[in-house]
């Protein structure tokens, strides 16, 4: 398999990589690069297996996934991606086989932060030092949260959302390394779960998700210097399960699972006109339950 031609090593463009997911057939192995501004996707060399409900983080030039499963059972794998080479190596394991959780880097250092395993739901955090390459337990947050959506700003971590077992959650919480320990947050005024959180213009940004009914369109938006949750723009379209990426604070929100177990292949974006809009994007397809990351 052919690494990225040429033709975009030499651009500054930032490209946005999609890892695995659903296409409504197959569970897949592949990652791809996708150029926003030729609605171009190239494909890249797959990973080892099939992995839907894994979490990504980048470290330097290297991109981690972690975790995840194929629809049947929930993998510890964990690989990294060698930009430079275009080449897959495997990392230490997690602790346990766990999905649909939540990674960030801080301070060197790669967090997956809750998920579950289809029985049990995680409110445990594990640490990866590349240096040490090995997973440690790091302090565990307040609450179970299975689906959650997790972001680093401003030297913390910020944690939104999920399910914890019985129910889907609202709650926030935050933690600084200098402090120790997940503080409490105020809350979103919806649940949801499987949502995307992001940082447009030093803001967060809680999109779409499952509120245990249905899938939301709906947006909040997290100021930390009032601090308070407020309403934002809603999306076009109901989703959860999708894919999010922020390039020059413009929003991507990309694929997913809407309502009625419908996987979409259309993309919205948010800029700084405050607005959503569907650029006609066809190359990504119809996916879900995958992640993106942005180098």
Not at 275 to 282: D, K, L, N, Q, R
Request: aromatic fraction near 12%; include cysteine; hydrophobic fraction near 40%.
């Amino acid at each position: 398999m052919l690494g990225i031609s040429a033709e975009y090593m030499m651009e500054s463009e930032k490209l946005i990589y999609l890892v695995g997911g659903f296409n409504s057939l197959d569970w897949l192995n592949s990652f791809d690069a996708f150029v926003p501004s030729k609605d171009r996707l190239m494909p890249l060399k797959r990973m080892s297996t099939a992995r839907a409900y894994t979490s990504v983080a980048t470290l330097g030039e290297v991109i981690f996934v972690f975790g995840g499963g194929d629809g049947n059972s929930w993998s510890d794998i964990v690989e990294c991606y060698k930009k430079g080479i275009d080449e897959w190596i495997q990392c230490p394991p997690l602790s346990c086989s766990k999905g649909s959780l939540a990674g960030i880097t801080l301070g060197g250092k790669i967090f997956a932060i809750g998920g579950g395993d289809g029985e049990n739901c995680f409110s445990s955090v594990e640490m990866l030092d590349p240096s040490v390459e090995k997973w440690v337990y790091s302090e565990s947050m307040n609450e179970k949260r299975f689906a959650p959506a997790a972001i680093d700003f401003k030297g913390a971590i910020y944690t939104v959302g999920g399910y914890d077992g019985k129910s889907y959650l609202s709650s926030a919480e935050r933690y600084d390394p200098r402090e120790g320990y997940w503080a409490r947050l105020p809350s979103m005024t919806e649940r949801r779960g499987c949502l995307s959180l992001a940082n447009v213009n030093e803001k967060l940004y809680a999109v779409g998700g499952y509120d245990g009914g249905k899938m939301v369109s709906s947006v909040e938006i997290f100021d930390p210097r009032l601090p308070a949750w407020v309403p934002g723009m809603s999306m076009q379209k109901a989703r959860g399960y999708a894919a999010s990426a922020v390039i020059d604070d413009t929003l991507y929100m990309m694929g997913g699972l809407s309502n009625g177990d419908e996987v979409t292949e259309i993309v919205e974006c948010f800029d700084h006109r405050n607005s959503w809009y569907a650029p006609g994007f066809t190359s990504i397809g119809r996916r879900c339950f995958f992640s993106a990351v942005v180098m």
